[in-house]
């Protein structure tokens, strides 16, 4: 008498339209999350000052090289 190879997945197999929902409901997540960080470091006047000093520091290095 055989026996069945056992599942050692964690994961219970699905269908692909239940695989296809996750990975939307994944991306929407990731991207809410990104938006979010952005958002709040835009905000953060620390990081405004960080982006005003690497601002004025390429503007020079590029005034230079046209130069």
Known sequence: ???????????ARRKFSNR???SIFEYVILTA?????VLIFAESTYFKGIKDSCEKAFNAAVTEIVK
Not at 1 to 11: L, P
Not at 33 to 37: D, E, L
């Open 33 to 37: 999350v990104v938006v979010a960080a």
């Open 1 to 11: 008498m055989a026996f069945k190879k056992a599942d050692k997945s964690h994961f």
């Open 20 to 22: 296809r929902a996750q």
